[in-house]
Structure formats: C-alpha cells, structure tokens
C-alpha cells in the first residue's frame, strides 16, 4: 500500500511525500482555540476521544485530522466554525501521495481495515528497518529528508492498531513476502517478530497465503477495504504509480467477495502464525 498505502505502498508507500502547510496552520489554530480553553493536551484529549499523542501529532502538523476529531474539538473549544473552516482547506498530507489522501482519511476513522498484499509487507505491519529498506531503494532516488518524511508518516499510521482497539484489522500476506528477505536475514527476522507480537493484539489478525495453492481469489492483485462508523464500504486498489480510490457499490462488492474467499483459502490464524515462527526460525 503506499502511503500510499504502506500500505498503499509503492515500494515506498506513497510516492513522493509532500509537505503541508495548511496542515501546520490547522495544528496551530487547533493548539491556540485549546490554550485558550486553558487545556493541556491530557485534559483536551478524552474529551474529544483520542489518545494524547494523536492531539500531539495533529498540532504538529503531522496528522490529517479526523472528522470527527474537527466536530468534537469545535464543540470542547467553542472555536466559533473556525476549526471547521481549517479543516475544509486541507490539502496535503506530509509523507502521504496525493492520491492516497483521501484513502488515509477514511483509514483513521475506520470500524473495519481488510488488506491482501502480494507485493511487500503492507505498511501498517513495517518495521523502520523494512521501511526504510523500501525508501532507500526507490526509484527516482529520494533524498534523505524525504526519506525521513515517509517514515514519520508510516509510523504515524501505524498507531491507527493500538490507538484504535475497536477497529478490526485483517491482513493477508502472501508468504513470499517473507521469504524474499528484504533487506537481509536480520531484518527478515525483526520483522517476523513485529508481525507475531502485532498479531497478539485482540483487533489483529494476520493470515499466510501459501505459497502452494490450487486455487487463489486475489490473482487480479493487492487490495484494501474498509467499513466507515456509518456502515458505509470503500475499497482502494493500487499499481506502480498510482492508487484508485473505489466507492461503487458493485465494485466493492465483488472485492469483499474476493476478500472472503481469500480469507478460507489462506492458512488459519493459528496455522499462519505457527508458519511466521518456523520461517523466524529459519532465517
């Protein structure tokens, strides 16, 4: 996936990063409305219902905030619309694709996340040194500053499994993405254990496709699905040098479809985790 997706993925997650100052100006009209309030951010933060380093990142100008993190904000500050009116002239994302935006905002509000990836570990499940192995060999060449604005990005996302424990993530993985050991035995090896420890948490499940399978629903590539707060499905499908972003119904349908068909085709939890440990093993 390349923050893209990192999902969205590209091998590097999105492409060129962007750097945003409409996001910086959020997070400082955002931080003066909550000054202002006379709130720290442990006091602001369960009232709007995010955790503490969500606000933080939000008024760092490093997170695309929410919707309803934006209406429960406006209505603990009393800002007067003008968080609202931020928040409408939002653009750019730093260390996220243009064409994933709209994807990442979906994902941050999401009551359900399905991935298959058939190309590298999605970004979610990364470790830095994966990541960073994926951004140092991406072609064009980036340079270190966009390297570093990537990975702040990704690991900013990855929060989305802990801070969120009433969103259920489903993973599929293809298991040569294991077996290729991207950027050697020992990052095969941490990244097999970031991957087991991920799995351990109650909203995770991690699922190996085999590499031996007569018959296989995801040949046609990589996806995403996700089911909004309002039951509403979108799907997000990506390629070399871009991302599609799907809301048509009878599209999604046969994604979710395929999806789970996938799900009884790859090995079990149990199965797929007991495969993760014996290749850790092996490394």
């Given amino acids: 996936m390349s923050d893209g997706a990192g999902g969205a993925e590209a091998p590097c997650e999105g492409g060129e990063p962007e750097r945003s100052d409409s996001l910086r100006t959020f997070g400082e009209v955002l931080k003066a409305f909550r000054k202002r309030a006379g709130l720290t951010q442990e006091e602001f933060a369960p009232q709007v219902r995010y955790s ?32 609202r009116g931020a928040a409408r002239h939002l653009s ?12 990442a905002r979906f994902e941050a509000e999401a009551v359900s996340l399905y991935t298959y990836e058939c190309r590298l570990i999605p970004g ?7 990541a960073r192995t994926l951004f140092t060999n991406q072609l064009p060449p980036l340079g270190d500053d966009q390297i570093e604005a990537q990975w702040v990005a990704r690991a900013d996302r990855q929060r989305l499994l802990t801070e969120r424990p009433n969103t259920a993530f489903s993973f599929i993985l293809e298991e040569h993405l294991f077996l290729r050991r991207t950027g050697g035995p020992q990052v095969t090896r941490e990244l097999i254990d970031h991957v087991l420890g991920l799995a351990e948490l109650r909203n995770v499940e991690v699922q190996v496709m085999p590499l031996v399978r007569n018959a296989h629903a995801g040949l046609d590539g990589p996806m ?4 909004t707060p309002d039951a509403r499905w979108f799907a997000y499908n990506e390629g070399q040098r871009g991302g599609m972003f799907v809301a048509d ?17 790859a090995l079990s939890l149990d199965d797929s985790l007991g495969l993760l440990r014996q290749m850790r093993g092996a490394s």
């Fill in 124 to 130: 979610l499940l990364q470790t830095e040194a994966y």
């Fill in 224 to 227: 995403q699905l996700l089911e």
């Fill in 92 to 103: 750019r994302q730093p260390g996220l694709a243009s064409w994933f935006r709209q994807w």
């Fill in 52 to 83: 503490v380093p969500t606000v933080a990142s939000i008024e760092q100008g490093r997170r695309f905030p929410p919707v309803d993190f934006v209406e429960r904000a406006e209505e603990v500050l009393d800002a007067f619309g003008a968080l």
């Fill in 249 to 265: 119904r009878k599209e999604v349908s046969v994604l979710q479809m395929r999806y789970a068909r996938m799900r009884s085709q």
